[in-house]
């Protein structure tokens, strides 16, 4: 077997590996996602209703009279 060929298959089993890290990463963000789905997105909705809330006193300017 020649040095180009042993750097063919070390490259192919890099690209293996990379490609079966990233499907578990997947998988264990879907799993993650399907536990705390509904508190997340209730605590990201809070979230943004609070920045809007705060974005609007800031640019409303105060008419104290």
């Known amino acids: ?5 042993q750097f063919q298959d070390k490259s192919e089993q890099w690209q293996q590996q990379a490609k079966q890290k990233a499907q578990e990463g997947r998988e264990q963000a879907q799993r993650g996602r399907q536990g705390q789905g509904p508190d997340r997105d209730r605590m990201r909705d809070e979230e943004a209703e609070r920045l809007q809330r705060e974005e609007q006193e800031r640019l409303d300017p105060d008419y104290d009279m």
């Open 1 to 5: 077997m020649g040095m180009k060929d």
